[in-house]
């Protein structure tokens, strides 16, 4: 899979990044309507994932496997409670669109937003988090920046060229006589999967 950067934890700046940050990254993600799962191990998250998938009765789902989703076998555990998983470029370019749900990881989260940014230079991370009505985010908890400026900071020593995406809750949009709809132009819930104990913390407060 194409990434801009193959390494986004290198480039955060030393000393302003860490757990610390995420109480507040939880309180304003959670203010534009995303819904975060904190937990303290993949394996957590895997039971939390699958949980999801039941009682949304999911029976497609498009993933971009991430570090996160690996170490947690997430896609055969989706697979052997008999959901359809698709990894495949081919494949999520075919099925993304009548998906139930779309999987992929998150690079850092910014505590001034509840923003995340995603790595997206390959289109099937474009796909998997605008198409299905649900996406579901993998994020290192560890990794939270303080607010905008760090994350353009993160950004102008990464980029060179590729396709970066700044999510901030579910789509939403008040275009019709100013009435505030929810996901019209992608997903009407965004859920955040957040890992505790991935990466040492960035140190120092901000």
């Known amino acids: 899979m194409k990434k801009t950067c193959d390494d986004w934890k290198r480039h955060l700046p030393a000393g302003r990044f860490g757990a610390h940050l995420f109480?507040?990254?939880?309180?304003r993600a959670k203010a534009v309507?995303?819904?975060?799962?904190?937990?303290?191990t993949v394996k957590e998250a895997r039971e939390v994932v699958c949980n999801l998938a039941r009682f949304t009765n999911a029976k497609k789902i498009v993933s971009v496997t991430s570090p996160l989703q690996e170490e947690a076998d997430l896609d055969e555990a989706l697979r052997t409670s008999g959901i359809e998983v698709y990894t495949d470029q081919t494949e999520i370019a075919t099925h993304a669109a009548t998906a139930d749900i779309g999987i992929s990881g998150v690079e850092f989260g910014i505590a001034e937003t509840g923003s995340v940014c995603q790595d997206a230079y390959a289109v099937e991370s474009r796909l998997v988090s605008t198409l299905p009505p649900l996406h579901v985010a993998f994020l290192d908890s560890n990794l939270i920046v303080p607010g905008i400026f760090e994350a353009f900071e993160i950004v102008s020593r990464v980029f060179d060229r590729g396709y970066i995406t700044f999510i901030t809750g579910p789509s939403r949009t008040a275009d019709i006589e100013r009435v505030l709809t929810i996901g019209v132009h992608g997903p009407s819930r965004f859920i955040i999967i957040a890992v505790d104990g991935v990466s040492e913390e960035g140190g120092g407060q901000a």
């Open 23 to 27: 109480p507040e990254f939880e309180k």
């Open 33 to 40: 309507s995303t819904e975060v799962f904190r937990v303290k």
